[in-house]
């Protein structure tokens, strides 16, 4: 307070009108207040999609640890989809973003790539087969716990 004064007091004795002494003291402080919201704004959202980016690379090298684990694929991908619907303004991932998901998870778990797979399946005379062993109950639970694990 004690600054606010002294200000009040130098536009005074410099004779700058009241008008003015006014519109700067009111302004100022104003200006301020925006800045640092913007500022705060654009630190929590930075530090957000820092942090899904962070879960998302554990995920993925715990599935490079145990590749067979299908469970892990699933927090791998719901950790993908988070990261990269963070970086949207919508907050949802676009097609690209699940192609870009779907090679990381098969590279953590050594798996060949979609293409590779295809030319695979082509050439056994078969057709490919993305039945999951898993009920959905159990892929409903475990991206629960994912998610509830992440929250903490």
Known sequence: MDIFLTIVQLFWSLGVKETWMIVILFLVPWIFIIWQAY????YFETY???KLKNEYQESLKMLADNPRNKLLRQQALIAGRMYYGSLRSDGVPNMYD????DKHIRAAAGAPSAEEFQMQQNSAGSS???QSDMTDAELVQ???????KTEL
């Open 39 to 42: 500022f705060w704004i654009n």
């Open 48 to 50: 957000s999609a820092n």
């Open 98 to 101: 699940e192609i870009t998901v």
């Open 128 to 130: 490919p087969s993305f």
């Open 142 to 148: 475990g991206a629960l716990s994912y998610i509830r």
